[in-house]
């Protein structure tokens, strides 16, 4: 069998076989790049964070410290727009009030979804709080335990926050799973969705080259033989 027909046969298949990872790749490519990456984080329905008065701190770090011996300070925060400080005591991180000693922590549902409105600009229905211990796709590789806030708007916006301090750790929208739908075709990575160094899609790539190299060469062909057809007899 001659070269050429080798070459044409094994790119037929090797077209069947990668096709439709090609057009995932190309197409994931084309909407992922499309989406502007602050619509996916949904930075568009995050409200300002409030200006925080530290004058209003009657409570200095050290004096809360001594409150709670063997803890430390991790960083200075705020409820609200009310100084506060975030301390790791104990294994348990806290969030205490600058202002009245208070803890805030851990976080009720009722806080949660007051929060979630602060921080959110969009127009909202009847938020819905549920307390999450083991994280869904959307909220991979974050922590835990959390609530999630269900904001009931056009966009199914999720807002997430840690359960202990308050802190919104994620904004999750229907564009944000758009575009990690189409990121989990393009990385082949089905369940995590965060490895791109496995040996499915190391496999695909190189399916993928050898069609397009196959496809060079089959072009090679078809030019050396138009070029010699057209050339004149002497």
């Given at each position: ?39 996916v984080r949904g930075e568009h ?51 205490v009030s600058a202002s009245s ?36 796709t959307e909220y991979r590789n ?93």
């Open positions: 069998m001659k070269w050429p027909a080798v070459i044409r046969k094994l790119h037929k298949w090797i077209g069947l076989i990668i096709g439709l990872q090609l057009l995932a790749w190309v197409l994931g490519g084309l909407v992922m790049t499309s989406l502007p990456i602050e619509r329905l995050r409200a300002a964070a409030p200006d925080v008065d530290w004058r209003q701190a009657s409570y200095s770090p050290q004096q809360i410290l001594q409150q709670y011996p063997g803890a430390r300070l991790i960083k200075l925060s705020h409820r609200l727009g009310e100084p506060a400080y975030v301390l790791q005591h104990n294994q348990t991180v806290l969030l000693g208070q803890v805030y922590s851990p976080l009720t549902s009722t806080q949660a979804i007051t929060l979630a409105r602060a921080a959110f600009v969009g127009i909202t229905a009847q938020p819905e709080a549920n307390y999450v211990t083991e994280a869904p974050k922590a835990l335990p959390a609530w999630q806030v269900r904001m009931q708007d056009e966009e199914n916006t999720h807002v997430y926050l840690d359960a202990q301090t308050g802190e919104i750790t994620a904004m999750r929208t229907g564009t944000w799973r758009v575009f990690d739908f189409f990121w989990m075709l393009h990385v082949m990575d089905y369940s995590t969705r965060d490895d791109f160094n496995h040996p499915l899609v190391i496999s695909a790539a190189a399916i993928a080259l050898t069609a397009i190299l196959s496809g060079f060469f089959m072009l090679y062909f078809v030019m050396r033989r138009r070029r010699h057809a057209s050339t004149p007899i002497s």
